[in-house]
């Protein structure tokens, strides 16, 4: 996925923001949405450091299992120290990255497995070599999905505001 992320997470943070009663704050929803992305700032790492940009997918920021050590670090640290921030920052998220990982899950792939297997779980172009084949990605419904995306979110956050919701 290329531009979907953001959406989704909005939406995305907007159920858990609700579902767990997190007052919707420009802070809690920032979090939701900024979590939505981060794993792609591993781009930024890339750029210094690894000549293939196509190898952003192996570092640890789209390894699922990070965000499940994650969560049980958090989980035993609320254990320890009970903090209300603490458990909506955990449960905003790290949902969110892992809604990332699912969604680019659909091309290319995520290593899921890792580290007991190095193989990209994906359905198309997965590992850039494997899966069904798409040479167009931007004539692909995937594609017209992110948009679809943005623009139901888009028209949401407009009703939101004129609602006032954000606090
Ligand atoms: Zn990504």
Redesign the pocket.
């Known amino acids: 996925?290329l531009i979907g992320?953001l959406p989704a997470g909005y939406f995305l943070s907007r159920a858990l923001i609700k579902k767990f009663k997190i007052p919707l704050t420009p802070l809690w929803l920032g979090l939701g949405l900024v979590a939505s992305?981060a794993?792609?700032f591993?781009h930024a790492f890339n750029l210094f450091f690894q000549t293939n940009i196509n190898d952003?997918?192996s570092l640890l920021?789209?390894i699922p299992i990070t965000y499940f050590i994650l969560a049980l670090l958090g989980w035993v640290l609320y254990k320890l120290k009970p903090r209300r921030w603490l458990k909506w920052g955990l449960i905003l998220v790290l949902p969110n990255a892992l809604l990332?990982?699912v969604?680019?899950t659909v091309f290319i792939g995520i290593k899921w497995l890792w580290p007991f297997s190095d193989r990209y779980v994906g359905i198309y172009n997965v590992g850039y070599s494997g899966g069904f084949s798409v040479t167009d990605y931007f004539q692909h419904w995937y594609w017209y999905l992110e948009i679809a995306l943005w623009l139901v979110a888009v028209v949401a956050v407009i009703i939101s505001s004129k609602k006032g919701e954000l606090k």
């Open positions: 996925m992320h992305v794993p792609d591993d952003h997918r920021t789209h990332h990982t969604l680019d």
